[in-house]
């Protein structure tokens, strides 16, 4: 039985929750030909996110009825691990929902990272804090990405974890091949070496691209691919985490 479970959100999981904007790329090319400064291109980004975030097609229903589940049925002492690369805080406003029904005043007493969801990438959440990890683009180098209180704590979390559920992330872009190469750095002395990894994505031909990817930077690691949506894995009760870190029904 498992008794604390990270889950990393990419790309795909704010398209599972009506959120398929993704950078033009027309806008990269801008960048990377020098039209335009690494600042306006971040402030591009940051101002479209939280514009498409307003949009009626944005519906949250995966998060909101993960939350849900989190909370009915995480084993006794069971925790769990919000990291995610998204720009987007989608997830985070989520949780606070949660909050604001469920427990107002208090963290929800499922998830370790308190009331918060971590950002490897950065955020186009509203609030600048030194806490917060630097905003990344997919056009950076592995090496740009920088320590902070946020992304450190999120680095460390994945490096003690045994059970990670991967939700909608591909690592194609170098800044996340690079998270896979710094974790696989210490994965002969720490727990992610040996962890299990859930994989979820509607499109086959990604299950097998990441699969390849976790066993070739970590070679001991068990990985276990659904090919499914994470609206439809939710609603039929996420079985391959039953036994794990949620109780039977």
């Not at 600048?128 to 946020?150: C, G, H, K, V």
């Amino acid at each position: 039985m498992q008794r604390d479970c990270l889950w990393l959100f990419g790309r795909g999981a704010s398209i599972a929750n009506g959120l398929s904007w993704a950078v033009p790329i027309e806008c990269i090319d801008d960048l990377i030909e020098g039209r335009i400064s690494r600042e306006e291109h971040q402030s591009l980004i940051i101002e479209t996110v939280r514009q498409e975030m307003q949009n009626s097609s944005v519906h949250c229903r995966p998060y909101r009825r993960l939350l849900n589940f989190m909370a009915n049925r995480t084993v006794g002492g069971g925790s769990h691990r919000l990291v995610t690369t998204n720009w987007d805080y989608l997830l985070q406003l989520e949780v606070e929902a949660w909050i604001a029904v469920n427990k107002p005043g208090y963290a929800p007493w499922f998830l370790s990272t308190h009331s918060s969801v971590l950002h490897l990438n950065g955020t186009a959440e509203p609030g600048a804090s030194p806490y917060r990890s630097p905003f990344l683009l997919e056009t950076d180098a592995a090496d740009y990405r920088t320590n902070t209180i946020e992304a450190n704590k999120a680095f460390n979390d994945l490096l003690w974890s045994t059970l990670v559920v991967i939700i909608g992330m591909s690592f194609e872009c170098d800044i996340d091949k690079g998270l896979l190469a710094s974790l696989h750095a210490h994965e002969d002395n720490m727990p992610i070496g040996e962890a299990l990894f859930l994989v979820v994505d509607p499109f086959k031909g990604t299950l097998d691209n990441i699969a390849r990817k976790i066993s070739r930077y970590f070679p001991r690691a068990n990985v276990q691919l659904v090919n499914s949506g994470l609206e439809e894995w939710v609603d039929t009760g996420m079985p391959e985490l039953v036994g794990r870190i949620f109780d039977q029904p």
